[in-house]
């Protein structure tokens, strides 16, 4: 079947670290995968994708290889603000799963200045 | 363009009675999915729209139904709450079923 592990949080970091989020997958066939971000009291916002193995999404400073070898799409940034604490989300989308998303179990991000 | 909307965005009912939340996808999208959100169980897929029809279900009790109109708005429905439904029920608009757009979600309690 299909389904995404992400690393459990929360994670704390001081403004202009490094983050890494750690994400793994599990899916037949070939998956799109996504990292969605919720700031408080909000929905879900698309952050990056890559639809297939070796892509790189990136937006905002964000980055995320699709690594089918390892079946990973690990999220990365090299220096934090504040601005970014969230809840970031790991998801796929698989063949013939119709519109369904599959999503990790979100990772909560608090950036301290 | 608007974005998706969703209401109320808080409710708050007792056990047993039902609730009706709606979502107004993107202009243009057609599919448009169900999801509820809670810190234990995160994002569980509840059901998907297309021009009307219903394509996909997740695994909930059949007190939780939906139904999309033809200008694709969308509507779910609990029955007989339950003290587990409190939750952010989130709905997902689509244009070409490999991105979804949120709405900020319906926050709903249930005592």
């Known amino acids: 079947g299909n389904s995404v592990t992400q690393m459990e949080g929360p994670v704390t970091l001081s403004e202009e670290a490094f983050l890494t989020i750690n994400c793994t997958y599990t899916?037949?066939?070939?998956?799109?995968l996504f990292w969605y971000v919720q700031y408080p009291g909000e929905g879900l916002q698309l952050l990056l994708k890559a639809t297939k193995a070796d892509d790189k999404g990136s937006n905002k400073g964000f980055e995320a290889t699709y690594r089918k070898e390892t079946t990973s799409f690990h999220l990365e940034k090299g220096s934090v603000q504040v601005s970014d604490s969230a809840v970031y989300f790991c998801?796929?989308?698989?063949?013939?799963?119709?519109?369904?998303?599959?999503f990790g179990t979100g990772t909560s991000l608090t950036v301290i200045p | 363009k608007a974005g998706v909307t969703q209401t109320p965005r808080y409710l708050i009912k007792t056990r047993g009675q039902q609730v009706t939340l709606s979502c107004s996808p993107i202009s243009g999208h057609r599919s448009v999915s169900w999801y509820q959100q809670t810190p234990g169980q995160g994002l569980q897929f509840l059901f998907e729209y297309f021009s009307e029809t219903q394509r996909n279900k997740g695994n909930f009790p059949g007190r939780f139904s939906g139904r999309q109109f033809s200008n694709s708005r969308s509507e779910m429905n609990v029955s007989t709450l339950e003290l587990g439904d409190s939750a952010l029920y989130l709905c997902?608009?689509?244009?070409?079923?490999?991105?979804?757009?949120f709405g900020e979600g319906s926050r709903l309690t249930v005592l």
């Open positions: 899916a037949t066939g070939y998956p799109s």
């Open positions: 998801a796929l989308s698989a063949l013939y799963t119709g519109n369904q998303f599959y």
């Open positions: 997902a608009s689509s244009l070409d079923l490999r991105e979804l757009f």
